[in-house]
């Protein structure tokens, strides 16, 4: 329906000091990267159980008599998404925790306009409730014999404009029911970055929440193999996932928080060794899907060890000198994730996962998971 992808970092990314990526569990080989199109999202030509995270410094939280400060990356998967609905919904619940952020592709970006639409409206009851609300009624309007086979098939051979020339989009609909764009773009609660991908270079864009519209959202969560591209004065775009699932540099560049957690629902892990072709598939796409989150971790990561050196730090190096990152994986709280289809919207199947992630968020918040003390 509208779960994220992603693409393998480019190759003309550069700038004058080259980042190389440091040694990690998901070791990527070493690449050059372009502090301009990480931070802002676009081209030079245009305004840019599972592996566990380890934060880029560990810090012990004290208590403050002060509303802590936190950016969100929700990560993009289809139904997956509802694991981030309910990291989020155990999010709510702190009274003394200010969400100052949020990015998000595909279903983390639904999810995220869904949080910033519902806190600018009712505050945190209302974003609970509008995720609640969207949720359900995405389970909804899904057709009750879904195949995702006959899908897949009809993908492999024919494009979207011939097996739906029309361009129906259920996500449409419910986004228009649910969100007052005008409102969000008019009063928004938090610092919002969306993900889409451009078309004709592949490169990422970032909208910010003065230019957040229905077609933006839609397309973050653009599949083209899917959907239509959307049109957004004059670009075209695909799903923000390919450039950046989700944008985690745009998002530490623009939070004024020095924490930031990631909330990762695609698997990593899969078959050791697929063979057949709808195993192969899903693998590839479970690759895919997480290859720009872990180079954008290591290039983090790198990127504060180079900051601490710095003479003179720039507003971002400072920044990430004090960077506290955390990491949510859903496959590490529900182990099938692997073996499900993130087109699953079966109510029951919604449910486990939201329950799921918030037992995770619990556990983060109460210090239970690597990366969070107290």
Known sequence: MWHSSECVAREDWCH??????????????????????LVTGSHPDQSIEARSLAPIQTHTIKSETTRRR????????????AFTWGVLDRLLDEDDLALDAV?????????????????????RSGARNRLDHFW?????????????????????????YQFNPFNVNPLKRLLADEIDFDALRAKPSLRLLIGATRVRDGTLHVFREKDVTLDTVLASACLPVIHHAVTIDGEVYWDGGYSANPPLIPLVAASRSSEALIVQIMPTAGAEMPTSSSEIVKRMEQIT????????????????KLSSAEVGASRLSRKLQKLRLYHIAAETEYPLLS?????????????????????AA?????????????
């Open 362 to 374: 619990d556990r983060w918040l109460s210090g239970e998971m690597p990366g969070r003390a107290n």
């Open 339 to 359: 073996q499900s289809s993130a087109l699953n919207l079966d109510w029951e199947f919604l449910l486990k996962l939201r329950e799921a992630g918030r037992v």
């Open 70 to 81: 936190l950016s969100l990356a929700l990560q993009g998967g289809g139904s997956f998404g």
């Open 289 to 304: 899907f997480n290859s720009s989150l872990m180079r954008d971790m290591d290039a983090l990561a790198t990127m504060s």
């Open 16 to 37: 004058n000091a080259a980042l190389e990526h440091h040694a990690a569990p998901h070791s990527l080989n070493a690449m050059k990267l372009s502090l301009h199109d």
């Open 103 to 123: 990015s998000g592709a595909s279903a983390g970006a639904v999810n995220a306009v869904l949080l910033a639409s519902g806190l600018a409206e009712g505050g």
């Open 136 to 160: 359900k009624r995405a389970s909804e309007a899904a057709p009750r014999a879904q195949s995702g086979t006959a899908l897949a098939v009809a993908t492999r051979v024919l494009s979207p």
